[in-house]
Structures are given as structure tokens and as C-alpha cells.
């Protein structure tokens, strides 16, 4: 087959950054969260190969940024550890095949009670070496609301397993926001989560597609998936000022705005994108970047399949970033870094002056200049979204 992208992309391989990011999308999961309307399903397992068979052969064929050395690689979802291990190293074996490779992050998203001490055996064999664990809460009731297959136990479980097998940096994420969580329930699992201590530690608010079952729910009302009981906007908010105390307190850096580590365990994949580093992205509904294009592939697994197998294009929509997208970028993306951004090269770099911006901002108090370096006020990230209106004009 030719290949999809290389017809119009090998002119693209001019990114200017040394590294390059992978990533690969499983969109299967075993049930659907009540909260989540992500193009993911729930299919028969006999499905996933196929769709294996298909990412393989996108990695072989693709052309695009094939001069740039891959040393990160995210394998999400979904809930991509469902696979069979044999699978996931079929995957990493295409990548490697097909790309130059110094691998120094390879993170392999996974459900707390898909893990066992045989799949993680074999991960670390295939050259994992991270686990993101979607834990999301260490209370059952907030987890059995939220339609999560996993338990509390699980998680505890699962630690034990990754850290026997050798795992020595994993990820937890939890959920600000779910059904029936209480100041105390959410301090006692950020309590647990940092008592866990993993290196890396995400931490998100809740968004409710309004087409999931617990969107429709607080639209139409009900409360067999929780509506009534998902805490207020304010109260999500404080629960993320209470953790923004608690894990600076344990010693984890926050660098980004949902994201704390271990200092010096920043995860080096998603930095790319918030540095506006080049990636590639294999699979249904995968997105790309090469540092002028983005491109993203057809979201349902079926058609992606379908047109991996005709050797048709994949690609469903496909744009130049110009200058003035590029720059809004940097600040958008920039600036969910906790760190800031160096304002005095934006500035040069695109011919931009946003010192009255910058200034209006500085007033209000929502960012902190520091020489050229802006960032947010650290003290403001809840309302960091005021920030970026005004700064975006
Ligand atoms: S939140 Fe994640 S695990 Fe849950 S249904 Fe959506 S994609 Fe699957």
C-alpha cells in the first residue's frame, strides 16, 4: 500500500527539535464512565488485534518526521493495557523498526485492575518503563458512581505489583469533581495517593460531556449516575487548592497546571506538547504535529482500520499552523507550565508586542513577570482561564 501520509508529508520532515514524541491511541475500554464521551468503546476482544494489525502497519508505512530520533512514547487511551502484552510489543517493536530510537520514556496507560504480575512482567520486557494508572479516586462510593471497573484495593494492589516487577516511575491521576466526593473524601485519597508515593501525580477537575450518560443526566435531571451529587464549580476549586498545598507540602513539583513530580520526573512526552515539540500520533483519532502541520486521524477504529487495510488516507482533517495560531499557542500551551514562558522571544520571534496585554494582566494579578519570564500566579490557577482570554485578545 502507499503509504497515507507520506504523500503528503515527507515535505513536512523539517522539524527543528531534536527529539521526537510518539504516540500511539488504543480506544477500547471495558465500560464506559459515566462522565466520559470520548471516542472510545467497548467492543469484542476479538476486535483488538485487528486494530493492532493496523497501527503496525500504519508505523511501517507512515513517513512523516522519519529523520527525527523518537525518545519518548505514549501508548494511551482507552485503556490501552487491556491489550495483550504481545500486542503492546508488536506496537513497540514497529516503532522501533520504523524509527531511529533512544528510548528514554515509554509510558503505557493502564486501569488499575488490568494489571497483573504477568502483563507487567512483560511491559517492562517490551521496554515500558512508566506506568500512567488511572486511579481517580480511593473512595468506592465515588468509584462506583463514576462506572470505574476498579476498587480502592485495586489500586493498592497494582502498586505492589508494578513495584515488585521493577517499575520505578508511575503515574496516578485522580478526579476533582466526582459524584458524591466530600472535602474529607477527596483529602483522604490525595492523602493516600501521595502515602502511595508515585513520582508523578496528575490531577484534573471533572468535565462532564454533556453527551455522556451523567451529562444527560444534569441536563435532563435524575440521579442514578450521581447528578445531584457532583460538587459544585467552587468546591472542585478548593479541592484543588487543597491538593496544590498538600502535594507542595510532600514534596512533589507542580510544573504544569494538572501536573505534579518528583523533581526531575516531569513527564518528558507531554511536555512536547506543551512546548510545541513535534509528535506523531498512530491510530484511530490519533493527532499529529510537526512543527508547521497539524493533522488528525479518522476517530472511529472501524473506518480506521478499513482505511489502513484499502490503503486510503487516514487523515481526517488537516491544517498549516500560521503564524498567528503559532503564537497564540505558545501562550496557551506556554503557560500551562508552571515555570512561565520567555516572553521577550515570543515577542521577537513573532513580531508581537503584548505589553499592554501583559500589563492589564500583571494588574489584575493573575500572572507574575519575573525579567522576561511571565507565568501564572500560582495563587490563581483555578480562574487561570481569565488569564488566557484576555492574554489570546
Ligand atoms: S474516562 Fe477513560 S477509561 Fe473511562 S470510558 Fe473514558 S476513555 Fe475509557
Same mark, same amino acid.
Given at each position: 500500500?502507499?503509504?497515507?501520509?507520506?504523500?503528503?508529508?515527507?515535505?513536512?520532515?523539517?522539524?527543528?527539535?531534536?527529539?521526537?514524541?510518539?504516540?500511539?491511541?488504543?480506544?477500547?475500554?471495558?465500560?464506559?464512565?459515566?462522565?466520559?464521551?470520548?471516542?472510545?468503546?467497548?467492543?469484542?476482544?476479538?476486535?483488538?488485534?485487528?486494530?493492532?494489525?493496523?497501527?503496525?502497519?500504519?508505523?511501517? $508505512?507512515?513517513? !512523516? /518526521? =522519519?529523520?527525527?530520533?523518537?525518545?519518548?512514547?505514549? *501508548?494511551?487511551?482507552?485503556?490501552? +493495557?487491556? &491489550?495483550?502484552?504481545?500486542?503492546?510489543?508488536?506496537?513497540?517493536?514497529?516503532?522501533?523498526?520504523?524509527?531511529?530510537?533512544?528510548?528514554?520514556?515509554?509510558?503505557?496507560?493502564?486501569?488499575?485492575?488490568?494489571?497483573?504480575?504477568?502483563?507487567?512482567?512483560?511491559?517492562?520486557?517490551?521496554?515500558?518503563?512508566?506506568?500512567?494508572?488511572?486511579?481517580?479516586?480511593?473512595?468506592?462510593?465515588?468509584?462506583?458512581?463514576?462506572?470505574?471497573?476498579?476498587?480502592?484495593?485495586?489500586?493498592?494492589?497494582?502498586?505492589?505489583?508494578?513495584?515488585?516487577?521493577?517499575?520505578?516511575?508511575?503515574?496516578?491521576?485522580?478526579?476533582?469533581?466526582?459524584?458524591?466526593?466530600?472535602?474529607?473524601?477527596?483529602?483522604?485519597?490525595?492523602? $493516600?495517593?501521595? !502515602? /502511595? =508515593?508515585?513520582?508523578?501525580?496528575?490531577?484534573?477537575? *471533572?468535565?462532564?460531556?454533556?453527551? +455522556?450518560? &451523567?451529562?444527560?443526566?444534569?441536563?435532563?435531571?435524575?440521579?442514578?449516575?450521581?447528578?445531584?451529587?457532583?460538587?459544585?464549580?467552587?468546591?472542585?476549586?478548593?479541592?484543588?487548592?487543597?491538593?496544590?498545598?498538600?502535594?507542595?507540602?510532600?514534596?512533589?513539583?507542580?510544573?504544569?497546571?494538572?501536573?505534579?513530580?518528583?523533581?526531575?520526573?516531569?513527564?518528558?512526552?507531554?511536555?512536547?506538547?506543551?512546548?510545541?515539540?513535534?509528535?506523531?500520533?498512530?491510530?484511530?483519532?490519533?493527532?499529529?504535529?510537526?512543527?508547521?502541520?497539524?493533522?488528525?486521524?479518522?476517530?472511529?477504529?472501524?473506518?480506521?482500520?478499513?482505511?489502513?487495510?484499502?490503503?486510503?488516507?487516514?487523515?481526517?482533517?488537516?491544517?498549516?499552523?500560521?503564524?498567528?495560531? !503559532? /503564537?497564540?499557542?505558545?501562550?496557551?500551551?506556554?503557560?500551562?507550565?508552571?515555570?512561565?514562558?520567555?516572553?521577550?522571544?515570543?515577542?521577537?520571534?513573532?513580531?508581537?508586542?503584548?505589553?499592554?496585554?501583559?500589563?492589564?494582566?500583571?494588574?489584575?494579578?493573575?500572572?507574575?513577570?519575573?525579567?522576561?519570564?511571565?507565568?501564572?500566579?500560582?495563587?490563581?490557577?483555578?480562574?487561570?482561564?481569565?488569564?488566557?482570554?484576555?492574554?489570546?485578545?
Amino acid at each position: 500500500m502507499q503509504n497515507p501520509r507520506s504523500l503528503d508529508l515527507e515535505t513536512s520532515n523539517k522539524a527543528s527539535a531534536a527529539t521526537l514524541g510518539i504516540y500511539v491511541q488504543v480506544p477500547f475500554c471495558q465500560t464506559k464512565c459515566t462522565y466520559c464521551n470520548f471516542h472510545t468503546g467497548v467492543v469484542a476482544r476479538s476486535l483488538y488485534r485487528p486494530y493492532v494489525d493496523a497501527v503496525c502497519r500504519e508505523i511501517a $508505512e507512515s513517513r !512523516a /518526521l =522519519r529523520d527525527v530520533m523518537v525518545d519518548t512514547v505514549y *501508548l494511551g487511551g482507552g485503556t490501552p +493495557s487491556l &491489550l495483550e502484552p504481545a500486542d503492546l510489543r508488536r506496537i513497540m517493536d514497529a516503532i522501533r523498526r520504523s524509527y531511529a530510537c533512544n528510548l528514554d520514556e515509554v509510558t503505557l496507560e493502564a486501569d488499575p485492575e488490568t494489571i497483573t504480575a504477568e502483563k507487567a512482567a512483560a511491559w517492562l520486557d517490551a521496554g515500558i518503563n512508566r506506568v500512567s494508572m488511572g486511579v481517580q479516586s480511593l473512595n468506592d462510593v465515588e468509584l462506583r458512581a463514576a462506572g470505574r471497573m476498579h476498587r480502592r484495593d485495586d489500586v493498592y494492589r497494582a502498586t505492589d505489583i508494578l513495584r515488585v516487577t521493577g517499575f520505578h516511575n508511575i503515574s496516578m491521576d485522580l478526579i476533582a469533581g466526582l459524584p458524591h466526593q466530600t472535602c474529607a473524601t477527596w483529602e483522604s485519597s490525595v492523602g $493516600e495517593l501521595i !502515602a /502511595l =508515593r508515585p513520582e508523578h501525580i496528575s490531577i484534573y477537575l *471533572l468535565e462532564v460531556d454533556d453527551g +455522556s450518560r &451523567l451529562g444527560k443526566e444534569i441536563i435532563a435531571g435524575g440521579n442514578k449516575y450521581g447528578a445531584a451529587a457532583v460538587p459544585s464549580d467552587d468546591a472542585m476549586a478548593d479541592f484543588y487548592e487543597s491538593a496544590c498545598v498538600t502535594l507542595a507540602a510532600a514534596g512533589f513539583v507542580h510544573y504544569e497546571i494538572s501536573n505534579w513530580a518528583l523533581p526531575g520526573l516531569a513527564s518528558k512526552h507531554n511536555l512536547k506538547y506543551w512546548r510545541r515539540q513535534p509528535y506523531i500520533g498512530f491510530g484511530a483519532g490519533a493527532h499529529s504535529f510537526d512543527g508547521q502541520r497539524r493533522w488528525a486521524n479518522v476517530h472511529d477504529p472501524s473506518a480506521y482500520a478499513a482505511a489502513i487495510a484499502q490503503g486510503r488516507m487516514t487523515i481526517e482533517s488537516e491544517e498549516t499552523v500560521g503564524a498567528a495560531q !503559532a /503564537l497564540e499557542e505558545e501562550l496557551f500551551l506556554g503557560l500551562r507550565e508552571l515555570a512561565g514562558i520567555d516572553l521577550a522571544r515570543i515577542q521577537r520571534e513573532y513580531s508581537a508586542d503584548l505589553a499592554a496585554r501583559v500589563n492589564k494582566l500583571l494588574d489584575d494579578g493573575l500572572i507574575e513577570r519575573n525579567g522576561d519570564t511571565i507565568r501564572l500566579n500560582p495563587a490563581k490557577l483555578t480562574i487561570s482561564n481569565e488569564a488566557f482570554v484576555e492574554l489570546l485578545g
